[in-house]
């Protein structure tokens, strides 16, 4: 492919060297790549809307669709949110991309627990027909309305937008697949998963991907290992919490990675599946070190709805957490988590057929977790330093509100 440099294509589209750079360096001329200080740009490229002026402004609504700044899904996960606290200067950085504005826009509201605003958003996107990756995005944004929503009808309606996104080619089939892969293991289902993803191959798709993919990876092998150790699928050779001690060390260095990538979002999301790993697993001390730098990445942008998704699965842990950076910021995690919890519960629970739920107590909920894998009252007295008439009674109450045998827990939960 031939290229521009910035001297030339200042030149040929009449601004100023230094506005060709800073373009480049938001990601806001695709295609460009950067050799040490100099960038070379694709002849074929396209001069972005200038959202600065009246004439750009006025043309968001009516502009041809524009490739995303990212080929991705999730604008949220790249690098065009890269420092805590940068939520809003990294949306105003796309105002030369409505479309991707949005989107980002919906995404950091998503992570805020801002639903209304994102299912506005999403509903925009999809009425609008948006190219291939908004499309995707817009229709996975509202598969997480349906869940706080507990809205069976959204989620399926979610489905069938991303399954009609413009498909092109192999690999963006490869993209609608996952996609639709990862909704349903939003609710721990994860036999839809492509062959391919479940060994950790990630070469269908393109590497602006990668950080999702890396995310829903993680959350698979934690599913994954959460089933093996309540015996609810089988995997040979493979027996109680072999599977989930192994997780960490797949999930570890990808959070490195996406330190280097710069992708904050990321990194919170493998931070926390991580926690929750360690924590189901028994190890505290490394569920609190993720926890803790997840809480702190967190929270100057406010990303509460992000904390309230992991109340389900790290229960008291994570409520001691909050309370010990801000009791305020537990309140409003607390008050989110609430709706999550209800909304989560009835999606689930309405596709699995079965009633999850949602009126045990943090407590009762870690020992049906453990009671689920097999150990017994003393074993689960010891590790929640709890009397063993503590446990009994905690069972009791667990079987009351569901109904089934301790066996069976793992089903409600």
Request: one cysteine or more; aromatic letters at 10%.
């Given at each position: 492919?031939?290229?521009?440099?910035?001297?030339?294509?200042?030149?040929?589209?009449?601004?100023?060297?230094?506005?060709?750079?800073?373009?480049?360096?938001?990601?806001?001329?695709?295609?460009?790549?950067?050799?040490?200080?100099?960038?070379?740009?694709?002849?074929?490229?396209?001069?972005?809307?200038?959202?600065?002026?009246k004439?750009?402004?006025?043309?968001?609504?009516?502009?041809?669709?524009?490739?995303?700044?990212?080929?991705?899904?999730?604008?949220?996960?790249?690098?065009?949110?890269?420092?805590?606290?940068?939520?809003?200067?990294?949306i105003?950085?796309?105002?030369?991309?409505?479309e991707?504005?949005?989107?980002?826009?919906?995404?950091?509201?998503?992570?805020?627990?801002?639903?209304?605003?994102?299912?506005?958003?999403?509903?925009?996107?999809?009425?609008r027909?948006?190219?291939?990756?908004?499309?995707?995005s817009?229709?996975?944004?509202?598969?997480?309305?349906?869940?706080?929503?507990?809205d069976?009808?959204?989620?399926?309606?979610?489905?069938?937008?991303?399954a009609?996104?413009?498909?092109?080619n192999?690999?963006?089939?490869?993209?609608?697949?996952?996609?639709?892969?990862?909704?349903?293991?939003?609710?721990?289902?994860?036999?839809?998963?492509?062959?391919?993803?479940?060994?950790?191959?990630?070469?269908?798709?393109?590497?602006d991907?990668?950080?999702?993919?890396?995310?829903?990876?993680?959350?698979?092998?934690?599913a994954?290992?959460?089933?093996?150790?309540?015996?609810?699928?089988?995997?040979?050779?493979?027996?109680?919490?072999?599977?989930?001690?192994?997780?960490?060390?797949?999930?570890?260095p990808?959070?490195?990675?996406?330190?280097?990538?710069?992708?904050?979002i990321?990194?919170?999301?493998?931070?926390?599946?991580?926690?929750?790993?360690?924590?189901?697993a028994?190890?505290?001390?490394?569920?609190?070190?993720?926890?803790?730098?997840?809480?702190?990445?967190?929270l100057?942008?406010?990303?509460?709805?992000?904390?309230?998704?992991?109340?389900?699965?790290?229960?008291?842990?994570?409520?001691?957490?909050?309370r010990?950076?801000?009791p305020?910021?537990?309140?409003?995690?607390?008050?989110?988590?609430?709706?999550?919890?209800?909304?989560?519960?009835?999606?689930?629970?309405?596709?699995?057929?079965?009633?999850?739920?949602?009126?045990?107590?943090?407590?009762?909920?870690?020992?049906?977790?453990?009671?689920?894998?097999?150990?017994?009252?003393?074993?689960?007295?010891?590790?929640?330093?709890?009397?063993?008439?503590?446990?009994?009674?905690?069972?009791?109450?667990?079987?009351?509100?569901?109904?089934?045998?301790?066996?069976?827990?793992?089903?409600?939960?």
């Open positions: 492919m031939d290229y521009f440099t910035i001297e030339e294509l200042s030149k040929q589209w009449g601004i100023s060297p230094r506005r060709i750079q800073t373009l480049c360096a938001h990601g806001k001329i695709i295609g460009a790549i950067r050799f040490g200080r100099d960038w070379m740009i694709p002849r074929n490229a396209q001069k972005p809307v200038d959202g600065r002026t004439a750009g402004r006025q043309g968001f609504d009516s502009q041809t669709v524009m490739p995303l700044p990212r080929k991705t899904p999730f604008l949220y996960m790249s690098d065009l949110y890269s420092q805590p606290g940068s939520a809003e200067t990294s105003a950085n796309l105002a030369y991309h409505r991707a504005q949005m989107l980002l826009e919906a995404e950091i509201a998503y992570s805020r627990g801002q639903i209304d605003a994102v299912y506005q958003h999403a509903n925009y996107l999809l009425n027909q948006s190219g291939f990756y908004a499309m995707i817009a229709g996975m944004l509202l598969a997480l309305c349906a869940i706080w929503k507990g069976l009808t959204m989620w399926r309606k979610a489905k069938v937008h991303i009609e996104a413009p498909i092109q192999d690999r963006d089939r490869d993209i609608v697949l996952l996609s639709i892969s990862a909704i349903d293991a939003m609710l721990y289902d994860t036999s839809s998963f492509p062959e391919w993803f479940k060994i950790g191959c990630f070469e269908p798709l393109h590497k991907a990668l950080p999702a993919a890396k995310v829903f990876y993680a959350k698979y092998l934690y994954a290992g959460y089933g093996v150790a309540t015996k609810q699928f089988e995997l040979k050779g493979v027996q109680g919490l072999a599977l989930l001690n192994m997780i960490p060390n797949t999930i570890e990808m959070i490195s990675q996406a330190i280097v990538d710069q992708s904050v990321a990194e919170m999301y493998l931070r926390m599946t991580c926690a929750a790993v360690y924590y189901t028994g190890n505290d001390t490394q569920a609190i070190r993720h926890i803790d730098r997840a809480i702190l990445l967190a100057p942008d406010k990303l509460y709805g992000f904390l309230a998704e992991y109340c389900r699965v790290l229960g008291a842990l994570l409520e001691d957490r909050i010990r950076v801000d305020e910021v537990w309140m409003q995690v607390q008050a989110l988590y609430k709706v999550y919890n209800k909304g989560w519960s009835h999606l689930s629970g309405s596709v699995r057929g079965r009633t999850i739920i949602t009126t045990l107590s943090n407590r009762e909920r870690e020992v049906a977790k453990l009671a689920a894998f097999g150990m017994q009252n003393a074993e689960i007295g010891e590790k929640l330093h709890m009397s063993l008439s503590g446990v009994k009674q905690a069972v009791r109450v667990v079987s009351e509100k569901t109904g089934v045998g301790r066996d069976q827990f793992a089903a409600f939960l």
